[in-house]
């Protein structure tokens, strides 16, 4: 069968630019085209960045970011997508009105709020907007424990605080929480272990805890694969646990660019 004759899936990432091409919509382009679909983007922001840190960051004026939104509804099929780095309250609330007349499918949500080496990417006042405008709209949310955290404000340390926290964020409208526990402070431990809370059960995802800094683009490269899995028609525990698999693998096999935070490595996963 030629080109002509497939059918290719489409998503979308909504997400800031990475010039260091690890995190941010490079990142999650990259994984859309591992796991066998057509990616789009809207740009939100665009940082100046490598693996040693942000240097700096300008955010895209609402109207580009409405006028991206309705390119790609007005020409794509979108059958999922991710959100990313938003940055702003006015960021948040102008995607949040635009998604109103898209029809893009399951959203995952994955709350940007710090860059690996420390830089804020989201402000302080933006997180309530977050919380008002896109939890309700969210299939999917992955918070790490700091982001579990500034959106509860339960102080996650294990398994029971981390349901605490995801069944408080379901109560805001979000369908299903993955709360990713690579900060747990056992740190030592050799497992690293994430949860996902659908409304009727949790599901546990252990891997290898991996002693290496090239994570950069973890949580970016885990929501986009989970968005990708869902285009394609899997289920959230699907979907959920091949990304799980994915980022595994892409921290095991370390690609070592950079003096600092490197990047995943985006073609260690094979199924």
Not at 16 to 35: N, V
Not at 131 to 141: C, E, G, I, Q
């Amino acid at each position: 069968m030629s080109n002509n004759d497939t059918e290719f899936v489409q998503t979308l990432t909504i997400a800031g630019s990475d010039s260091g091409g690890g995190a941010g919509i490079q990142a999650d382009l990259k994984t859309f085209q591992m796991r066998g679909v057509f990616g789009t983007s809207v740009l939100t922001a665009v940082t100046a960045q490598n693996t040693l840190g942000v240097s700096a960051v300008h955010m895209l004026p609402p109207e580009m970011i409405r006028a991206q939104m309705a390119a790609v509804r007005d020409d794509f099929q979108i059958r999922a997508f991710k959100i990313g780095m938003l940055g702003t309250a006015e960021v948040i609330e102008c995607v949040a009105d635009s998604l109103q007349s898209c029809r893009f499918g399951p959203m995952v949500l994955d709350p940007v709020m710090i860059a690996k080496g420390g830089a804020p990417l989201l402000e302080n006042s933006a997180v309530a907007a977050m919380k008002r405008y896109l939890l309700p709209r969210a299939d999917v949310l992955t918070p790490n424990l700091p982001e579990a955290e500034a959106l509860t404000g339960i102080r996650v340390e294990n398994r029971q605080d981390s349901e605490r926290a995801a069944r408080m964020l379901q109560e805001t409208g979000v369908k299903n929480v993955v709360i990713k526990g690579g900060h747990l402070a056992d740190s030592q431990s050799a497992v690293c272990t994430d949860w996902l809370f659908t409304p009727d059960e949790v599901i546990e995802l252990e891997s290898p805890r991996f002693p290496t800094p090239h994570t950069h683009g973890t949580g970016c490269t885990f929501s986009a694969c989970i968005a990708a899995e869902l285009a394609k028609g899997a289920d959230i525990a699907a979907a959920v646990k091949t990304a799980k698999a994915f980022i595994s693998a892409a921290i095991a096999d370390p690609l070592n660019i950079g003096a600092g935070h490197g990047p995943v490595n985006h073609w260690a996963y094979r199924d």
